[in-house]
């Protein structure tokens, strides 16, 4: 239970799949314009991780060590599928706003890489401790990404105003090159947290 | 919005500049970031991924126009294309290391890198909602890979650079990184409205 705990606690802060490693930066920074989108992308995303970790550490030791590959894949390609269809059914609106990243989690280095790194040498016990850190570490950064720049660049979180009257946006931040700033910031902040 | 009455070469321009696929779109990053340090590795990856986009983007078309919707399978789609990408640069790699082993020294390392670009994927998938005829996914996976080259290749030349300046400890890396795409992305900002796209 308490090695548990610690993979799923490396996954929060000391391997972040999204400061440290720099791994899926696609979704994070295209969907993080609204801070709703951003907390849905995180949930699709932590689903498919958490099903694809806990299926393909089930079958490891069913699946022939050349061919492991494309069994992850395929196995990924099924759960992303499963959520690409539930978010449609359920909300044909926000399936417009993640469009096509909802389908490209499949190809998304973190799924693929906790597959080959984790869960194809750990018991479904831990895969899914370490499913549960890696989705909640990349759902932390996509929403604080999320809330400065939905903070910034229209003054809202959640659609909220925040801001006091009169607040003029700063619209740059909804716009692509705001992620790519917000992401240098962050990333040296940490630099500088954790080298210290 | 690219749509299928666009004319070709305005899905051209509007795939290579104003919705460029790396600066605009945040498709590709993983690459854009991991090989763009010399300017050779960013040339021959985007000559690679120029090479298997264009092709794999038609076949998905083909499969999914002439297969999967026939059938009414279009929720095998994701998986099909990516298996079908896979085993397509398998092909290409073989064939290319058997007939010409030039081209195979410049792009062979480079290949299997290709099959998780995001980008491959997202052009198969972006053509297919766009509605649009094979010419004209052929022309637009044509420019958004073209797109891909020229921001991989000039981000590169802006980070040759960079190595060599001073900046701030808590800044070197990975954030001065950022910040350089950040002011690219912002250049390519000011295509937006070119011929009305």
Redesign the interface.
């Known amino acids: 239970m308490k090695k548990g705990v610690d993979v799923f606690v490396k996954g929060l802060f000391r391997e972040n799949p999204i400061l440290v490693l720099?791994?899926?930066?696609?979704p994070v920074?295209?969907v993080s314009t609204s801070t709703r989108d951003a907390l849905c992308m995180g949930v699709a995303f932590s689903f498919v991780l958490l099903f694809s970790n806990i299926i393909i550490s089930s079958l490891r030791r069913f699946t022939p060590h050349h061919i492991r590959i494309?069994v992850f894949?395929?196995v990924i390609?099924?759960f992303?599928?499963i959520t690409?269809?539930l978010v449609a059914g359920y909300s044909p609106q926000l399936h417009r706003n993640l469009?096509?990243f909802i389908?490209?989690i499949?190809?998304?280095?973190i799924v693929?890489g906790r597959a080959e790194a984790f869960a194809y040498k750990n018991n479904p016990f831990l895969s899914l401790a370490d499913a549960i850190g890696m989705g909640a570490g990349f759902t932390i950064i996509i929403v604080l990404i999320a809330i400065i720049r939905e903070l910034l660049g229209a003054g809202t979180i959640f659609g909220k105003m925040i801001m006091p009257e009169g607040y003029q946006p700063v619209i740059?931040m909804i716009?692509?090159?705001?992620?790519?700033?917000i992401?240098?910031?962050l990333?040296?902040?940490q630099?500088?947290l954790v080298?210290k | 919005m690219i749509s299928n009455d666009l004319n070709i070469f305005l899905i051209f321009l509007s795939a290579l500049l104003v919705n460029n696929i790396l600066?605009?779109?945040?498709?590709?990053?993983?690459s854009f970031?991991?090989i763009s340090q010399r300017i050779e590795s960013s040339l021959g990856m985007g000559a690679a991924v120029t090479f298997v986009m264009v092709m794999s983007s038609s076949v998905t078309w083909l499969i999914y126009n002439f297969l999967l919707i026939p059938f009414h399978l279009q929720?095998?789609?994701?998986?099909s294309f990516?298996?079908v990408i896979?085993t397509l640069v398998q092909l290409v790699e073989r064939f290319i290391r058997k007939y010409n082993p030039t081209l195979y020294q410049a792009l062979g390392i480079y290949l299997p890198l290709v099959t998780?670009?995001?980008a491959i994927?997202?052009a198969a998938?972006?053509g297919i909602?766009y509605h649009l005829s094979f010419l004209q996914n052929l022309i637009y996976a044509l420019g958004i890979s073209l797109g891909y080259l020229l921001a991989i290749i000039l981000f590169s030349g802006l980070r040759e650079r960079i190595a060599l300046s001073p900046i701030?400890k808590?800044?070197?890396g990975?954030?001065?990184?950022?910040?350089t795409?950040?002011?690219m992305?912002?250049a390519?900002?000011g295509f937006k409205g070119l011929f009305g796209l």
Do not use: Q
């Open positions: 720099l791994l899926g930066l696609c920074l295209a494309p894949i395929v390609a099924t992303v599928t690409d269809y469009g096509v389908p490209l499949v190809v998304n280095c693929l740059m716009l692509p090159p705001g992620a790519f700033l992401m240098a910031f990333i040296a902040l630099n500088k080298k | 600066l605009i779109r945040f498709i590709g990053l993983c970031f991991g929720y095998l789609r994701t998986i990516i298996l896979a998780t670009n995001c994927l997202a998938f972006l909602d701030p808590a800044f070197k990975v954030p001065i990184a950022f910040l795409a950040s002011l992305s912002l390519f900002l």
